[in-house]
Nanobody, 121 residues
Framework: VQLQASGGGLVQAGGSLRLSCASS????????MGWFRRAPGKEREFVAA????????FYSDSAKGRFAMSRNNAKNTVTLQMNSLKPADTAVYYC???????????????WGQGTLVTVSS
């Protein structure tokens, strides 16, 4: 499985970004997809995930109400729409594919290369 994340960049606080992740090499439709992030000097943390069967979404407390994750099984892609961005959202964002508990990094066997999101104040 190969995952290619894109869409990161520099945005002012309060702005929006849309991250995308393209998957290849596996049956995408039956895969849990997630987004994690790692801020400078901090541990990797869960951001959002979407199930494969009914599209159920999961969000961290910091993402709830501001971020929205969706998937397009026909195109093997997932997106993360991020609104009302804050400087605290600055991090490298990684998409991941796997199965199991959505919040748990160990559920994901495949990881993309990451895309940098920088939110200026």
């Amino acid at each position: 499985v190969q995952l290619q994340a894109s869409g990161g960049g520099l945005v002012q606080a309060g702005g929006s970004l849309r991250l995308s992740c393209a998957s290849s090499g596996r049956t995408f439709r039956r895969t849990l997809m997630g987004w994690f992030r790692r801020a400078p000097g901090k541990e990797r943390e869960f951001v959002a995930a979407i199930g494969w069967n009914d599209g159920t979404t999961f969000y961290s407390d910091s993402a709830k109400g501001r971020f929205a994750m969706s998937r397009n099984n026909a195109k093997n892609t997932v997106t993360l729409q991020m609104n009302s961005l804050k400087p605290a959202d600055t991090a490298v964002y990684y998409c991941a594919a796997g199965s199991g508990l959505a919040h748990y990094p160990g559920s994901y066997s495949y990881w993309g290369q990451g895309t940098l999101v920088t939110v200026s104040s």
